[in-house]
């Protein structure tokens, strides 16, 4: 039980375009995600929570506009990169937790901006 | 601030003998710890918690942590590693109000042959 999906599992695209990430918990419903981004050989660093149906909180330092989050269900979130450069590159890890202290990791999605 | 430190960016074992991955905190109020693992290109995943209760916690592959309150620690330990415990280890604690997590700058575990 909780699994976690993300799709795609790695995106190539150019700069300036959009890429769209997809969260989804497969047998639970979650009323809380959240969004890492991790760079090479870092830690996880947590770039916004979102919970269904509700604004997506970001934390310090996360442009809003840059990276859109949309929990339309209890079973999926998803990440928008508008406008992706290069320093976007990175790997991006959702989670999603049904209740408190318990968190389930996807697999992580590779994006690459060229 | 809240923070999770990891000493020790690479940690080398001996297949057989036991590991320990070293983990210290910063909470304010009751920490809730945690250990994951994570394989190259692949998310996270759990090893074990510490909500309350006993200090010794076990979890998934034989692994088991103790947590200390008096040093702040939460050190993650293995009687004898493999070499398939070759990863990336990650400790962290819920911050936030309860509902963020906050990760250590993990330990690279190696055991060789």
């Known amino acids: 039980g909780a699994v976690v999906s993300q799709h795609p599992s790695w995106v190539i695209c150019k700069s300036g375009t959009s890429v769209k990430i997809e969260c989804r918990s497969l047998?639970?419903?979650?009323?809380?995600m959240f969004w890492y981004r991790q760079f090479p050989k870092q830690s996880l660093m947590l770039m916004a929570t979102?919970?269904?149906?509700?604004?997506?909180?970001?934390e310090q330092g996360v442009e809003k506009d840059k990276f859109l989050i949309n929990h339309a269900s209890l079973t999926l979130s998803t990440l928008t990169v508008t406008s992706a450069h290069p320093e976007d590159s990175s790997f991006y890890i959702c989670?999603?937790?049904?209740?408190?202290?318990?968190?389930?990791f996807g697999p992580g999605t590779r994006l690459t901006v060229t | 601030a809240q923070s999770v430190a990891q000493p020790e960016d690479q940690v080398n074992v001996a297949e057989g003998n036991p590991l320990t991955v070293k983990c210290t905190y910063s909470?304010?109020?009751?920490?809730?710890l945690f250990w994951y693992v994570q394989y190259p290109n692949r998310g996270l995943q759990f090893l074990l918690k510490?909500?309350?209760?006993?200090?010794l916690v076990k979890g998934s592959y034989g692994f088991e942590a103790e947590f200390n309150k008096s040093q702040t620690s939460f050190h993650l330990k293995k009687p004898s590693a493999l070499v398939s415990d070759s990863a990336l280890y990650f400790c962290?604690?819920?911050?936030?109000?309860?509902?963020?997590?906050?990760f250590g700058t993990g330990t690279q575990l190696k055991v060789e042959l």
């Open positions: 962290a604690a819920l911050t936030g109000g309860g509902n963020k997590l906050t």
């Open positions: 510490y909500i309350t209760g006993d200090n």
């Open positions: 989670s999603a937790s049904s209740r408190a202290y318990e968190q389930y």
């Open positions: 909470v304010s109020g009751n920490p809730y």
């Open positions: 979102s919970n269904e149906g509700s604004k997506a909180t970001y």
């Open positions: 047998d639970f419903q979650a009323t809380t």
